[in-house]
């Protein structure tokens, strides 16, 4: 559908999906890179997107679930860096 052609009010359902679907699809891109670079700040973020998109009925349920996934996996890489002896996957030095 032409969104300049019907124009969707900011309050209605449509909209609401519209953006849910949009949060679905932000997690997974924020938690693919978060598997190797910024896990700390990637991995939440992914997850949190993730968690708001589903309550909200997004339709990509599959990349919401991904960018979960993705988020929790990065945040699970990190951990065991760091308790390997290894500290972070990156630095700002």
């Known amino acids: ?14 909209a609401k999906n ?8 932000a997690s997974f ?13 990637l ?3 992914a997850i949190v997107l993730a968690l708001v998109a589903l309550s909200r009925g997004t339709r990509r349920r599959g990349r919401a679930l991904l960018g979960l996934a993705l988020g929790v996996a ?4 990190q951990a ?3 308790v390997a002896g290894h500290g972070v996957l990156w630095s700002f030095d």
């Open 18 to 25: 519209r953006d849910a679907d949009g949060m679905a699809v």
């Open 74 to 77: 990065g945040l699970a890489v």
């Open 43 to 45: 991995g939440p973020a």
């Open 80 to 82: 065991a860096f760091v």
């Open 1 to 14: 559908m032409n969104t300049a052609a019907h124009p969707v009010p900011a309050g209605s359902p449509a």
């Open 29 to 41: 891109l924020l938690g693919l890179p978060g598997l190797l670079v910024m896990n700390l700040l």
